[in-house]
């Protein structure tokens, strides 16, 4: 079964400070890879996604993400963030065959001016 | 972007009674719909996938008898939430599939969430 784990459930960081939040998951397949945000009180917005090419995707707000095969990984990264970037971000999965997606558990951002 | 509605945003029930969640992909055609429950906290579940015109397939563990859901048009999807506890007090939270891309080759587009409260 598929599965997606992000290993970083709380992060606290300052204005200006770089940010990198893992995931990994496991399937063997061809897959998909997203991260989506959720600012407090808001709905569910994606930041960027992976279908196939340049393993190294840009998203909006200045992220961005590198899927590395070999390791099963999709970290996302940002080289300074701001105080408006507080919110939970998901790393999520679907298989290449299938519109399912497995959600990882979430990382908690919070950023302090 | 594409637009995904829910309807209510929230709402408080006594235990025993029914409740009704209508998703609506506005601009859009979504010949599949999603379906996850959000505890606080944690990360969304799936519920089930809902196909247009066919009946839904449910995830392991969830019973489709509780959670009714239809997907009359290309536009809205409903969830039932039948003889609710308060043990089905969650944040549930529909996204739709534009139904122009092929599958698996796409995003998928998230409504704003329903609060359910259950006394």
């Known amino acids: 079964a598929q599965s997606v784990s992000q290993h970083n459930h709380h992060v606290i960081l300052s204005e200006a400070a770089s940010l990198e939040l893992g995931c990994n998951y496991s399937?063997?397949?061809?897959?998909?890879l997203f991260w989506y945000v959720q600012y407090p009180g808001q709905h569910l917005q994606l930041l960027l996604k992976y279908f196939s090419g340049d393993p190294l995707v840009k998203g909006i707000k200045g992220f961005e993400a590198e899927f590395i095969k070999s390791k099963f990984s999709f970290n996302l990264r940002k080289p300074s963030v701001q105080w408006s970037d507080t919110a939970e971000y998901f790393c999520?999965?679907?298989?290449?065959?299938?519109?399912?997606?497995?959600f990882g558990t979430g990382t908690r951002l919070q950023v302090f001016p | 972007g594409a637009v995904v509605s829910q309807h209510p945003s929230w709402v408080i029930c006594k235990s025993g009674t029914s409740v009704k969640i209508e998703c609506r992909s506005l601009?859009?055609?979504?010949?599949?719909m999603f379906w996850y429950r959000q505890f606080p906290k944690q990360s969304l579940m799936l519920m089930a996938t809902?196909?247009?015109?066919?009946?839904?397939?449910?995830e392991q563990g969830v019973e489709k008898d509780k959670f009714l859901i239809n997907h009359a048009s290309l536009t809205l999807s409903t969830l039932t939430v039948t003889s609710a506890h308060p043990e089905d007090s969650s944040f549930y939270i529909c996204?739709?599939?534009?139904?122009?891309?092929?599958?698996?080759?796409?995003?998928?587009?998230f409504g704003p969430g329903t609060r359910l409260t259950v006394l």
């Open positions: 999520a999965v679907n298989a290449r065959n299938t519109d399912k997606l497995i």
């Open positions: 399937y063997g397949g061809t897959v998909n």
């Open positions: 601009d859009f055609q979504a010949t599949t």
């Open positions: 809902s196909n247009e015109g066919s009946k839904a397939t449910y």
């Open positions: 996204s739709a599939r534009d139904g122009a891309e092929r599958m698996g080759h796409n995003e998928q587009f």
